[in-house]
Nanobody, 115 residues
């Protein structure tokens, strides 16, 4: 069983930056893929970024060039560096992990981009 806990959300002005962290209760080495999803009010949850294996990354078109996902297996953490934030990035951000047929979710952290 793996528990994921996100942190780092908050209120930021447009153009600002935030770094989200996802801490796993156990080793993330066994998680074949990890990622960040987000859900804005009234919208479906969507994939923001994912990292597979040793570092194959994938990003939603809307965040390419602005967001960077990374993982630190030694610290059992996954990060999402978000730069040049826009109001449309406002959402609850969820950490996600996959191990075989098992899927793990964090509780989410709110990101609000507003002046």
């Amino acid at each position: 069983q793996v528990q994921l806990v996100e942190s780092g959300g908050g209120l930021v002005q447009p153009g600002g930056s935030l770094r989200l962290s996802c801490a796993a209760s156990g080793s993330i080495v066994s998680l074949s893929a990890m990622g960040w999803y987000r859900q804005a009010p009234g919208k479906s949850r969507e994939l923001v970024a994912s990292i597979v294996g040793v570092g194959v990354t994938n990003y939603a078109d809307s965040v390419k060039g602005r967001f960077t996902i990374s993982r630190d297996n030694a610290k059992s953490q996954v990060y999402l560096q978000m730069n040049s934030l826009k109001p449309e990035d406002t959402a609850v951000y969820y950490c996600h992990g996959i191990r075989g047929s098992l899927v793990y979710w964090g509780q989410g952290t709110q990101v609000t981009v507003s002046s």
